[in-house]
């Protein structure tokens, strides 16, 4: 589908020209998107300006004793990876789409990846956010180190809900060290048997970085399987004798020869590579059980299922789905709900998201409460991110 051509483009330079694009943009009741990369978000509603956060890149305020880092919205993940790896730290996020993704669209969106298994989502990275609402009021949402969290359940709230409620500007976020050994291993079999597998890995104590299952369409694309098999791969790092133990523990789980084995991230970037090509990625908060009947859901309710991975220790089901699949997410949306299990569209073509909304059948109690902190943040209506339908 080719990109919408926006009205008009802004790119703030500094956290107060940010702000007055914003203000501009507000007394002018004129629609604002907000873009990073680009890569993440490909198209713009008709009419609607552009502020870009590209400009917004300083690595700052890093010490790799505190593991605190404060990083400006516009930083691409590589680039940030790259500063903190050249002195010892490391940032555990790896959401999909290209490594060159920024932080504040990342976050905006609330990606997680297979990391998320151990490390948390994208919200348990932040410690504080430096955001500006719609009309231009500069917010700070929580601290800079780990003990001050005042307003944290506020910028857990902004992490994910699409830019609807201001434009992230700056992230204070959580660090860790650098691992001495970082090893993959991929075992390959049946649905039922990657089920079994991973229950049985995490009843015997597993703990790994990553326990990932991929879908016969996502295994094939990143060579873990063929045919219709399914994928289960895990990553586990640490000590190198840790790290060993870990994959050992998950091998005897699965019962039979790994099909690959490699060190580093190497496994890990195609699948990000991967499901960031997905028109539509959608996220099934479901539970490490009952996985297997989420993904049923989605083949049974979405016209065509692109691919699934599961992110196993918590329950989380990624698939993809065409463009233009507002209809079929719609249905989906309301039998998962009926079922506990929220989704969020993480991402899609504008008029998908517009119809929709980057959250939905939530509660009456949460609905009213996210449509009253929309409002208060983003008073003139301005910031064109649906964040309910």
Known sequence: ????????????????????????????????????????????????????????????????????????????????????????????????????????????????GPLAAHFGPARDHVLGLTMVAGDGTVTRLGGRVVKNVAGFDLAKLVVGGGGAFGVIAQAHLRLRARPRADRSAVWTGTRAWAAEAAAS??????????????????????????????????????TGAAAIEEIETIARAAGRPAALEAEGDAPWTPWREAVGRWPAVLRLGASPRDWPAAVALAEDHLDRLLGASVTVPRGTV???????????????????????????VERADAATLAATGVWGALAPTVERLARALHATFDPAGILAAPLLA
Do not use: K, Y
Request: proline residues 7%; hydrophobic residues 55%.
């Open 201 to 238: 890995a995490l009843a015997a104590g597993a703990t790994p970085a990553a326990l990932e299952v991929a879908g016969p369409a996502l295994a094939r694309a990143l060579g873990w399987a063929d045919g219709d098999r399914w994928a289960l791969a895990a990553r586990a790092v640490g």
């Open 1 to 112: 589908m080719p990109a919408a051509v926006a009205a008009a483009v802004a790119v703030p330079a500094d956290l107060a020209a940010l702000a007055a694009a914003i203000r501009d943009a507000a007394a002018r009741r004129a629609a604002l998107a907000v873009r990073g990369s680009g890569s993440w978000w490909t198209d713009v509603p008709p009419d609607v300006e552009v502020v870009t956060t590209t400009r917004l890149d300083a690595v700052s305020d890093f010490n790799p004793a505190d593991l605190v880092v404060t990083v400006g919205a516009g930083t691409p993940l590589d680039r940030l990876a790259a500063t903190l790896s050249a002195r010892g730290a490391w940032l555990p996020f790896d959401p999909p789409g290209p490594v060159s993704r920024t932080v504040g669209g990342a976050l905006a969106s609330g990606s997680g």
């Open 318 to 344: 990624r698939v993809g789905a065409d463009a233009g699949s507002a209809r079929a997410i719609q249905r989906l949306r309301l039998e998962a709900a009926r079922r506990g299990w929220p989704l969020t």
